[in-house]
Each structure stands twice: as C-alpha cells, then as structure tokens.
C-alpha cells in the first residue's frame, strides 16, 4: 500500500470513528436497538424464559472476555521490546492516551488563550525543519531537543521581541534558535560558563549581537540591573522583550523576578510534571485538585494507582504512585519539596503553600500555554516522557504521511525524547 493511500484508509477509519461516536448516528441506533431489547424482554416474560435465557447470555460473556483476556496477556509477554509492544496497543489506543490521567494547567485570570492555532504550529513545523537540519551543534546532550526548539523558535517568530533574554546557555544551541526566529534583534544571554569555552572540545555557537553575562560576567537574572540593561538596548517598552528561562531554578522565584522587573513574556523550557525534576516548576504548582487531571491521592488502591504502576512499565519518565508521593501522603512538588537550583536546594511546603503558590501564579497569569508534542511516539519512537499527561501531539499517531512531509523521518530518534511542558507565560500588566 502507498503511504498517501494508507494515509487516506487511516483518515477514513477516523472518519468513520467519528460518525460512529457522532450524536445523530448513535441515537437511531440506540433506538433501534432498544425497541428490538424491549419486544424480546416482554416475550420472554411472557413466555417464562427470561431469567434461564439471562443466564445462559452472562455465562457466554463471561467465557469470551476470560479468552479475550489470556490472548492479551500472552501477546504482551511475548512481545518483549517496547516499541512492538505500542504496536500492539495499535494507533487508536494511542491516540487515546494522551492526557488520559489528566493535563494540569495554570488557570489565567480571564480565560484567554494564545493566538495560534494547531494549523500555524503546522505551518511552522514546516518552516522550522528545515532550519533545524543546519543547527551547529548536533548533539545536544543536556540541552533542548527538537520539540522544544521547535517551541521556542515558533513562539519567539509569532511574538517578534525586541529584545530576547536568555538564562542558561549551555554550548549556546538556544541562543542559535532565538537567532533564527529573529534575525536582527539583540539578545542578552546569562550563563555561568561562556559558549565559547565549549568550542575547544567541539561545536558550540556564538552570536554576534549577543550581550554575554558569562563567565566571570556571570550575573543571575535576579540580580541584573534590568533598568539599565534595558536602556542601553533603547527598550522603552517591556512587552516587547521575551525571556527563556533554561537555567533549572524555582519557577516561582524566576517568576517574582521577572514581575519585580516588569517582563510580561515568560518561556520555561524544563516545566516538570509533578514527581519530577530538578526544579520547582509551573506545571507542580498548578497541579490543584480543582484542575482536570491535578490534584492526587496516595491511596495505593486506586485506579490513579493502578494507572500509573501500569505506564511506568512504558514510559521512562512515567512515576507511579510510590515515587510521586513521600511519607505523610506528600505528592505535590516533588514528594512535597520546592526544589531549586538543579536540586542543590530543596525546601519542604505544606499543601495550604502549595494552594498559596498556585494562587498567587494565577493572580498574575494572562495566558499559560504549553507546548504539545511535536509528534506522536508511534511516530517519533521516543519512550521517555508519558502522554498520558500531555496534550495531543501536533501530527498524530498514524498520521505518517504527514510525518515524513514535514521531513520528520529525516531527523534522528533521539531528538524527539527531550519532551519536558515548554510552557510560555504571559504576565498581566502591574500597576507601578
Ligand atoms: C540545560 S542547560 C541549558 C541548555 C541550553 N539552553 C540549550 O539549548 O542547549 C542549563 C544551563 O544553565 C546554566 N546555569 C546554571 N545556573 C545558572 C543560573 N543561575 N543562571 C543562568 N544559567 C545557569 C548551566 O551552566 C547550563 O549551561
Ligand atoms: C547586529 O544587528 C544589527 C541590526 O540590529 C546589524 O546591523 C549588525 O550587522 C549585526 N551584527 C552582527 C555581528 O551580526
Ligand atoms: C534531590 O535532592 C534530595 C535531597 O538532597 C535527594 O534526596 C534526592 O535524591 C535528589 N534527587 C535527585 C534526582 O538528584
């Protein structure tokens, strides 16, 4: 079968998917079906015979599921890699996973949402591939992937700062990224080791309109003289600057220093799901039981429990409930700690904190958008991160066609399991 073609039987499956789940379809059918229920029911207790026929049907279900369910388990076992083992699953199953344990997500104060929509991320996806394939360094061990690159290349070129800021460099493939969304614009970028000091060993990038606070530059963004930063860049405005934030600190504490210098867009590369990561992150802090999918129990006996045991045999970073919760029944945060600088500090919080935290991030928050997947794991073959607690992805399971248009295919595997919630802030005007 040709990929177009098997493209089109895939769309047609979930086409006719669709109808089946459709209103109007399911209802006639639910009518037909009852009237057909309700004639045989009233001849059968007419006749005598419902409840020996009762039997007899509930006798029969119980065999088939028992055989239906010793095929499954011999087909998993015996499939022993993970990859053959989503196979198994089949896209359909896949699909449905996604944030089928819940996507928490921080509540902004109106309602609004960003401007793009799934078709410009795919039209960026387009552009940005390309572009991708003539990154310097290659290998970015440590450092972002294709997903979030992605991300922060797209929203950098959809909201044109005029000034972009950078916390944590590494060998400088962020700085790259920014560079190529915003070709003329001045970018300032804090990091304790200079990028050039990586071009001894291999690639590393550099950029010529880059202010470095590097090296014995280093200054932390908390404490930079922003005022004057900002003056001798001609910034008068600060919603036209854009800061990303790469440099594994309390979230929270970035975000009071941010508003303490009047930044209103914010992008977080690392935003941890709960249980995880090195840094207290927006994604724990909005994790609220008043969110679909926030808010946890340390009840092993649950279904959450059960769930997640389940896809921590899947997915690398997956955590079941032993890992996500502490002594005391501590699940927020990471088994109830902030932690801050990649994990060298860490400090316990209540849960009335943990509500506070929230609280105060939404008090703040015009828009919380994170960043879906780039593409699905049947397609990407990553094995890292979970879906069952991100959004759907922006090419599909089964949407293989579309995929290898987008030059996907061309890309190496491992770009792909870098995935972490990238989410983009955007702050509410403070009165000063
Ligand atoms: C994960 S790496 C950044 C990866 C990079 N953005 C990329 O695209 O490849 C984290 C970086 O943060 C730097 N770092 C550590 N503490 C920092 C701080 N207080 N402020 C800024 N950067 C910091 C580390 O030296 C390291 O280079
Ligand atoms: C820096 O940017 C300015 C325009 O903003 C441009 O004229 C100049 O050539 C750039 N310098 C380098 C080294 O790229
Ligand atoms: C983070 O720090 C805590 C406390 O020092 C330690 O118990 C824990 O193992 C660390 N976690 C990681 C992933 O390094």
């Not at 078709?119 to 940005?128: C, H, V």
């Not at 394939?133 to 909201?159: A, C, Q, V």
């Not at 491992?414 to 995935?419: L, M, R, T």
């Amino acid at each position: 079968m040709s990929k177009k073609m098997l493209e089109r039987v895939l769309s047609a499956r979930r086409a006719a998917q669709f109808s089946e789940e459709g209103d109007e379809d399911d209802e006639s059918k639910t009518r037909k079906h009852i009237s057909f229920a309700t004639r045989a029911t009233n001849y059968l207790t007419r006749t005598g015979y419902l409840w020996p026929c009762l039997f007899l049907c509930l006798g029969v279900l119980l065999v088939s599921s028992l055989i239906i369910h010793s095929r499954n388990s011999v087909c998993i076992s015996s499939s022993s890699d993970p990859i053959s083992r989503m196979r198994f699953f089949g896209f359909d199953e896949l699909e449905s996973d996604f944030g089928s344990l819940g996507v928490p997500w921080c509540r902004s104060k109106h309602g609004r949402t960003v401007e793009w929509t799934s078709k410009d991320l795919l039209k960026g996806l387009e552009e940005f591939v390309p572009i991708y394939e003539t990154r310097p360094i290659k290998n970015n061990m440590y450092g972002m992937g294709f997903d979030h690159s992605f991300g922060l290349w797209f929203i950098t070129k959809w909201l044109k700062p005029d000034l972009m800021i950078e916390s944590g460099a590494f060998k400088g493939h962020s700085t790259w990224v920014l560079r190529q969304a915003m070709p003329d614009k001045p970018i300032v970028s804090l990091s304790p080791r200079h990028p050039e000091k990586y071009l001894k060993k291999g690639p590393a990038y550099v950029d010529g309109n880059c202010t470095y606070f590097a090296g014995k530059d280093f200054v932390d963004f908390g404490s930079v003289d922003w005022g004057s930063v900002m003056k001798k860049h001609g910034i008068t405005d600060l919603s036209q600057v854009l800061i990303f934030f790469d440099d594994h600190q309390n979230e929270l504490k970035r975000l009071k220093q941010a508003l303490k210098a009047g930044f209103r867009h914010l992008v977080f590369e690392d935003n941890y799901d709960t249980g995880t990561g090195d840094h207290y992150s927006f994604r724990q802090i909005c994790d609220q039981f008043y969110i679909r999918g926030g808010g946890h129990s340390c009840f092993k006996d649950s279904d959450e429990a059960r769930i997640r045991s389940r896809r921590k045999k899947f997915w690398e970073k997956a955590v079941d409930i032993d890992e996500l919760c502490g002594p005391g029944e501590v699940w927020w945060g990471v088994r109830g700690q902030m932690r801050d600088d990649f994990n060298h500090s860490n400090k316990v919080i209540s849960y009335g904190e943990h509500i506070q935290n929230s609280r105060f991030v939404e008090s703040v928050l015009d828009v919380y958008w994170e960043l879906p997947p780039v593409a699905g794991p049947s397609l990407t073959h990553q094995m890292r991160y979970d879906p069952a607690r991100t959004p759907s992805p922006i090419v599909e399971d089964g949407r293989f066609g579309l995929f290898q248009r987008l030059g996907l295919t061309r890309l190496e595997t491992s770009v792909f399991n870098g995935y972490t919630q990238m989410v983009y802030l955007q702050i509410s005007e403070q009165d000063s």
